[in-house]
């Protein structure tokens, strides 16, 4: 019985790349979600006045130097801030590359919904009955019981220093 090893290294994003990233998503819905993009782009002055993204968006239009500027410049300076942060050291592409490669390593292809694939949720039960038959076949040559668990021992432990 031989064991096949798989490897695989990716860079994993830290939490503080999935904060950015998420606050980018939020304020993107909320400017953007369930209108089309230039309908109702004053709706952030009605946001809560303690709101971070408000206050950004305030700033913005302090910097523009003009109130009453056109506020799609405004919203628009705002989601290139927004992406910059979001995007730093390139966080949204190791975040989506994080996630595919997951999926496509560790997820059942066949599902439409996020379940391992059936060698990993299955596992340990396969496993066991790799052992079983290793131990099955031991007693059908006649060994001892503590024959089949020195061999099964030293396969394991072989399996192992392999791995290292």
């Not at 003009?66 to 949204?92: C, Q, T």
């Not at 596992?123 to 290793?134: E, H, P």
């Not at 021992?153 to 290292?164: A, L, R, T």
Request: proline share 3%.
């Amino acid at each position: 019985m031989t064991v096949t090893k798989h490897k695989l290294t990716v860079c994993k994003a830290k939490p503080e790349e999935f904060k950015r990233v998420r606050g980018f998503v939020n304020a993107m819905e909320n400017l953007l979600d369930t209108r089309g993009f230039f309908d109702a782009e004053e709706d952030w002055k009605d946001w809560p006045k303690g709101d971070p993204d408000r206050k950004l968006m305030n700033k913005i239009v302090k910097e523009l130097d003009n109130e009453a500027s056109d506020n799609r410049l405004v919203v628009y300076e705002f989601m290139k801030r927004k992406f910059k942060e979001a995007n730093y050291g390139g966080s949204i592409g190791r975040i989506l590359f994080n996630c595919e490669t997951l999926i496509h390593n560790c997820c059942d292809p066949k599902l439409d919904y996020l379940e391992f694939k059936p060698s990993i949720m299955y596992a340990q039960r396969d496993a066991l009955l790799k052992v079983q038959k290793q131990i099955l076949s031991g007693e059908k040559r006649g060994r001892s019981a503590e024959s089949i668990l020195n061999s099964l021992k030293k396969w394991i432990d072989k399996q192992i220093s392999e791995d290292d």
